[in-house]
């Protein structure tokens, strides 16, 4: 279109020069005479030319004109799309960024609470480390008196087992001594059986006389539990 035109412009200015060349030829020679068939048809032609590609041109423009205002039509719809997309991206990005902040607190107190239990935990720990050292002070001072009393035990036992001893000796010596009034025929009483006094079994056992039998000396009640007579059996 700009081609035909330009082709048509040019044929227009070369169709003036032809007409001021013939003027300027005809002041020499006034029999010259103008080719008014090539003049007109190249003029006409030009003139011709130009219009037509200048209205090829127009309607080229025309339809850029129609293209770029159908591209603009789409590139605002594309726009407005995207303009949603945005908004709903924005709406996305602050709930997520919401959502972030309240996990930030969430995390922040759960780190705060598990710092707390740490402590507490801690007091607890050394309050317990500080009973077991109680307890094993205690358990240490325990055994030490287990250990004394055992000794007392053992002491008592012993005095006990003497006491015992002279016991049975003195009533072996009772015995003897009243048989021997029994054989003279003494009119003087006897010593009874209540010399000799076993506070247990164990202590019968251990001067000799168990079993003790109703009439021994020794013999009591508390070591016949069945009543049969026969004590320590």
Request: proline share 1%; hydrophobic share 30%.
């Amino acid at each position: 279109m700009i081609l035909i035109s330009l082709l048509g412009f040019i044929a227009i200015i070369f169709s003036i020069f032809y007409l001021s060349f013939h003027f300027i030829k005809k002041g020499k020679d006034k029999e010259r005479k103008l080719s008014k068939k090539f003049f007109y048809s190249t003029l006409i032609g030009g003139f011709a030319m130009f219009i037509i590609g200048s209205i090829l041109h127009d309607k080229s423009y025309e339809a850029q004109l129609h293209n770029a205002l159908e591209q603009n039509e789409s590139l605002t719809t594309d726009y407005y799309t995207l303009t949603s997309e945005n908004n709903v991206l924005i709406q996305k990005v602050s709930t997520l960024e919401s959502d972030i902040e309240e996990m930030t607190s969430n995390v922040t107190e759960y780190e705060s609470n598990i710092e707390e239990e740490k402590a507490v935990f801690n007091t607890e720990k050394e309050l317990l480390n500080e009973e077991i050292t109680d307890l094993n002070d205690t358990n240490t001072n325990l055994k030490d008196e287990v250990a004394s009393l055992e000794s007392k035990l053992e002491s008592t036992e012993s005095k006990l087992a003497s006491a015992e001893s002279d016991a049975q000796r003195a009533s072996a010596s009772s015995s003897t001594s009243s048989n021997s009034n029994s054989r003279s025929g003494s009119s003087e009483p006897t010593s009874s059986s209540s010399n000799v006094y076993f506070e247990n079994c164990t202590a019968a056992r251990n001067a000799g006389a168990a079993p003790v039998r109703s009439g021994d000396p020794g013999y009591a009640s508390h070591l016949d539990r069945d009543g049969d007579g026969i004590g320590c059996e």
